[in-house]
């Protein structure tokens, strides 16, 4: 069974930082693309960053420069570094996991009052 939990969220002042994990289970970590998504209250979820398998990455223009996904294969879990939050930064965070299927997480939630 897949498993994707996310953590590290919370409340944080604008201007501060949050470093999120996802532990991922019961699939060949190393080889699955990773990605972390975001949705705020009444609008679409989006892409905020994506890695590949061979450590590429790209993210979303709202976030370039501030924030920065990375992997640990050994560690099966992706993070991401979220510097100089903005309160439009507030969502719900989400782990994804692709390759042949498709795995998400159930979220975490980050909130950054101004």
């Known amino acids: 069974q897949v498993q994707l939990v996310e953590s590290g969220g919370g409340l944080v002042q604008a201007g501060g930082s949050l470093r999120l994990s996802c532990a991922a289970s019961g699939i060949i970590f190393s080889i699955n693309n990773m990605a972390w998504y975001r949705q705020a209250p009444g609008k679409q979820r989006e892409l905020v960053a994506r890695i590949t398998s061979a450590g590429s990455t790209n993210y979303a223009d709202s976030v370039k420069g501030r924030f920065t996904i990375s992997r640990d294969n050994a560690k099966n879990t992706v993070y991401l570094e979220m510097n100089n939050l903005k309160p439009e930064d507030t969502a719900v965070y989400y782990c994804?996991?692709?390759?042949?299927?498709?795995?998400w997480g159930k979220g975490t939630l980050v909130t950054v009052s101004s």
């Open positions: 994804n996991a692709f390759r042949r299927e498709s795995y």
